[in-house]
């Protein structure tokens, strides 16, 4: 049996030789003239304002240098994977939309795959490490000295880490084929062999559920971590909560939604019978994954209290003078010991959490946070 072969046309990979340029150019259509229109809409708006909402990221660290902070690299590195993703990616599937085919033959299949696969993980694993920076900001003593070592560590980390789960298919092990609607190209899911079966499920559990155990870990931490703060400080600290808890269920859902369901369709079109999943079901899936490049930089940057203030101030929306925008824009950090008695067998001990206030402030946009005092710390 070969072990190239597919498990049919309607499956979330089609069937095809990759080694054929004209059979992957000439394969059938899969959707409906209005299905291909709608497609290119999707995926346009996808693309320009995937490319917009990440460019205006990238302005605002150009112009205003107080954002250039150590966990803010974080926010530019998914701001960079997501632009790069619409650039190089979307814009392919875009024009092949249009024309109803894919465009670019076996070499172009193999290049969008790997980009659209490499820069996605880049932007998931960047959320990671951004969910654990925020729990560890909250559970960890404060260091007023800016280190960037840390974080650029990090960034490097993501593009290795990233690197290392996308070439493996250009070296043989697995491959990239055309999927969904034929107008764009991913891991061939569908194909039936051992070795191809292997790779998918060391990159779901990789690259997909670890990712998500550790961010649902971190978020539930720290919405724990908040709620000994509101036992103290019951009015400010009851409504920050609040925003904490908007905040990680806009996070935790909004990475769901997107990922999640592309997640379970390629592992039913991997593991189930034949033909189980059609072109359509394979499509909805795949632009929900796409329209992250949209959803990160409004839930990162436009919901961040001090992004937002500088995005103001770049557009002139707001009616604060210069100087105290920008001073609003960048403000000095703050830190806030509150005291938390526990018991620990018959001795009572007491506990010092140092929690940055503006990692609250910049985090979860509350403007309750500004009106916090310093507590004296406990020795």
């Not at 250039?68 to 701001?79: G, K």
């Not at 960079?80 to 894919?102: E, H, N, P, Y």
């Not at 010991?337 to 506990?351: D, E, F, G, Y």
């Not at 309750?368 to 004296?376: D, F, G, I, L, R």
Request: charged share 10%; proline share 4%; hydrophobic share 45%.
């Amino acid at each position: 049996m070969d072990r190239r072969m597919f498990s049919g046309q309607a499956g979330l990979n089609c069937s095809f030789n990759l080694s054929d340029d004209q059979q992957l150019t000439d394969a059938p259509e899969k959707l409906s003239p209005m299905g291909f229109v709608v497609l290119s809409v999707m995926l346009g708006f996808i693309m320009t304002f995937g490319f917009l909402n990440n460019f205006v990221v990238l302005l605002l660290f150009c112009k205003f240098k107080k954002l250039r902070t150590p966990v803010n690299m974080l926010l530019l590195n998914i701001s960079v994977s997501d632009m790069l993703v619409c650039l190089f990616g979307t814009t392919l599937s875009f024009a092949s939309s249009i024309r109803r085919k894919w465009l670019l033959g076996r070499s172009g299949c193999n290049w969008y795959g790997f980009v659209n696969s490499c820069f996605g993980i880049v932007s998931l694993i960047s959320l990671v490490i951004l969910s654990y920076d925020r729990y560890s900001t909250l559970t960890v003593h404060n260091k007023h000295a800016l280190n960037y070592r840390k974080p650029l560590l990090a960034v490097g980390g993501t593009w290795f880490y990233s690197l290392f789960w996308t070439v493996p298919p250009l070296l043989g092990w697995s491959s990239y084929g055309i999927e969904g609607a034929g107008t764009s190209c991913s891991v061939s899911w569908t194909t039936q062999t051992a070795e191809s079966h292997a790779y998918i499920i060391c990159l779901f559990t990789f690259c997909l559920g670890l990712p998500v155990l550790v961010m649902l870990y971190c978020y539930f931490r720290l919405l724990w971590a908040v709620k000994q703060v509101g036992k103290i400080r019951k009015t400010a600290a009851r409504r920050r909560e609040y925003h904490i808890l908007f905040m990680v269920l806009t996070t935790a859902a909004c990475y769901l939604i997107c990922w999640m369901p592309y997640g379970v369709v390629a592992m039913m079109a991997t593991f189930g019978p034949s033909n189980i999943i059609s072109p359509v079901a394979s499509v909805v899936p795949s632009l929900l994954a796409k329209s992250s490049t949209v959803i990160n930089p409004l839930i990162y940057i436009l919901m961040n209290k001090q992004f937002y203030r500088c995005f103001l101030i770049l557009f002139h929306c707001n009616h604060w003078s210069a100087e105290n925008s920008t001073a609003n824009c960048s403000m000095p950090s703050k830190i806030t010991a509150i005291q938390l008695n526990r018991k620990v067998h018959s001795n009572t001990v007491a506990c010092t959490a140092q929690i940055p206030v503006n990692a609250l402030n910049q985090c979860y946009n509350t403007p309750a946070a500004k009106h916090m005092t310093s507590a004296e710390s406990s020795t």
